[in-house]
């Protein structure tokens, strides 16, 4: 009787997707970007529940390929025409390059080293109860023959629950590390953003644009070093939730307690350092 966990840890998938440009002075929602070393093979999405539309990439595996359906739709609405504006500024670019930002970011690479350690243990400590399922499988079915039907069922049954339990341990060990991946480039995004921020105001820029989507530049575009200077001095470290604890939790703790008469202060402060993000904007003074 062989029971697999089926476990596949992968702890730093929150650092993984990257904002592809951003216009200085224009708040956009940060973005986590890429790791500087090959991330886990991701496990294939789920289709989605019934009824509701796949995401993008999803619509061979939900079973939809194909032209899509032809719809009548109702009359459009007529939009009327709008009063000339103020002219857009002429763009003023420069060029950032967040994988290279987080090569030298101490910030991040300290948080990657400690994340990864964790995700090796814990699959360390899953292929132990591995084996040591497996060896009970082989001792049970050594002596199967020896045991009452109810002997059998009982067997079967502590096997089973050990094997849950272990699933369900090993699951909640992985969510938190996959948890304090997301609160650590949290930090780093934002303390990121500021930094190219003030990058590009200093340089008069008005539109960066990330590096992998540009066929060819010079170095005169380039903010990548100067952003990464500002970062290191402004964010040397980030606060990493202890090993097997939530930053949930972390971010509960730190949280003051609101003055009798007051709603509570949204959990916005993180307790203590942060650091970069990829694409951002400065904003004027």
Known sequence: MAIALGLIVSPLAAFGQQTQWFVPGQVRPAAAPPPPHPAPRPAPMPAGPPGVLPLPGQAEQAGLSGPPPQFQLPPAPEIPPMPKGQATPAAIVGILSVPDVLRVSTAYQAAYKEL?????KLNEDAQKEQGAL??????????????SPEQIRSKEKQIQDRATEAQRRFGERNRIIQEAGQYVMLQIN????????????????????????????????DLTPAVVEVLNKALPSVVVPPDGVSPLAVASAAAPAAPAGHPPASPAGHPTPAAASNATKPQKH
């Open 116 to 120: 990864n350690a964790r995700g090796q």
């Open 134 to 147: 497996r060896e009970l499988g082989q001792a049970f079915a050594a002596e199967r023959a020896k045991l």
């Open 190 to 221: 934002r303390t990121m953003e500021q930094a190219a921020q003030q990058v590009a105001l200093s340089r008069g820029i008005n539109l960066v644009l990330n590096r992998a989507q540009i066929l060819g530049t010079t170095a005169d575009f």
